[in-house]
């Protein structure tokens, strides 16, 4: 994926990875802003080649590195976290800085569903909740082509935890 300016034009779009997640809104929220989830995704994916670092103790401490510590080239950058609530709302952050120019800006957006499932007697409903994970810069951009495969697979990956994580805390 290469960048390109977004609709807004106040980001560098970079990577976006959209994903239907079961479950509804809040519980995708609760997962997004805890910290752990970004521990459980270290440990199940040790190999990726992009850590997100979010320190549970000091939300402003967090951030992005491309490349393993032994690579030729690695690149740790600020990470800005928010997300954006379906509806009416503006954009709230969750960790890292917010003045920082040259920062990563990881966001979700999240698109609540009503998905009618058939029952015995009666339609239930059961709730989901469409996502879109985007990662984007307001100013600057990453500077290799080396980067681009990693922050894409990095994003998949990163929601299916989220949705694991979210679907595990409905349950």
């Given amino acids: 994926m290469f960048p390109h300016v977004s609709a807004t034009g106040q980001h560098q779009l970079l990577v976006r990875h959209r994903r239907l997640i079961h479950a509804p809104s809040e519980a995708i929220i609760r997962a997004w802003c805890n910290p752990a989830l970004f521990i459980k995704l270290h440990a199940a994916e040790p190999d990726m080649r992009v850590v997100f670092s979010i320190d549970p103790a000091d939300k402003q401490n967090a951030s992005i590195i491309l490349g ?6 690695q690149e740790r950058l600020p990470l800005c976290m928010s997300y954006q609530p379906g509806g009416p709302g503006g954009e709230r952050h969750v960790a890292g800085p917010t003045d920082d120019p040259y920062a990563m800006r990881l966001g979700l957006t999240l698109s609540p569903t009503l998905h009618l499932a058939a029952g015995t007697h009666a339609a239930s409903a059961t709730s989901r909740t469409s996502c879109a994970l985007s990662l984007s810069v307001a100013e600057g951009e990453v500077y290799e082509d080396w980067a681009w495969p990693l922050l894409n697979d990095a994003l998949q990956v ?7 994580e979210a679907t595990s805390t409905c349950a």
């Fill in 158 to 164: 990163l929601v299916e935890a989220l949705g694991r």
């Fill in 68 to 73: 393993r510590p032994h690579d030729e080239i």
